[in-house]
């Protein structure tokens, strides 16, 4: 969810993240300062400049954010006696904390997977089914027409036996 929100822009940042992620010495891990300046440059317009202290102010809001949304997304987790914080876990931590209209924002738009690696296994793994197939893709488009064809049947059928009871309640 967090990369969802930053765009899938989290990335290793020498200065503040050492060789292999790991936090510097503070024990504070936050998001390295060229992703937030690069999201305060992509979402304001080019008129608009921020001063390197509303950058740093933002750099500390975000962090801050995301530990709260973190403590309480690893409550949620805890609560359902899981080891992994999963969508559901950010989710419910977005609404307890009051950020309700961000998790509309969370949920995939038409059924696409909000993490591109998921995106990329579902095509892959689409893909491989295809291959598998033994059928053309001629056949296939001929199969999938005919269970449209079929459903689109039953679905009339179940249509009009209903606007027959509506229209003929004591007729069954």
Do not use: W
């Not at 390295?32 to 740093?56: F, H, N, W, Y």
């Not at 997977?113 to 793994?125: F, I, S, V, W, Y």
């Not at 027409?145 to 229209?167: C, H, I, N, P, Y």
Request: charged residues 25%; contains cysteine; aromatic residues 4%.
């Amino acid at each position: 969810v967090v990369a969802f929100f930053l765009g899938s822009q989290l990335m290793d940042d020498e200065d503040e993240l050492g060789p292999a992620g790991i936090a510097d010495s503070s024990g504070d891990q936050s998001l390295p300062r060229s992703v937030v300046t690069k999201l305060i440059k992509d979402l304001t317009p080019p008129t608009l400049r921020c001063s390197p202290e509303a950058q740093a102010l933002i750099h500390e809001c975000l962090g801050e954010f995301l530990q709260m949304l973190t403590a309480e997304a690893n409550e949620a987790s805890t609560r359902d006696k899981k080891n992994t914080i999963s969508e559901t876990h950010l989710t419910q931590a977005l609404h307890s904390l009051g950020f309700d209209r961000f998790i509309s924002a969370c949920n995939p738009q038409s059924g696409a997977p909000l993490d591109p690696k998921a995106a990329l296994r579902a095509e892959r793994k689409k893909s491989k089914k295809a291959q598998r197939s033994e059928l053309s893709p001629e056949e296939l488009l001929r199969m999938q027409q005919e269970l449209f064809a079929g459903a689109k049947e039953r679905f009339d059928a179940s249509r009009s036996t209903t606007q027959t009871e509506v229209t003929q309640p004591g007729k069954v």
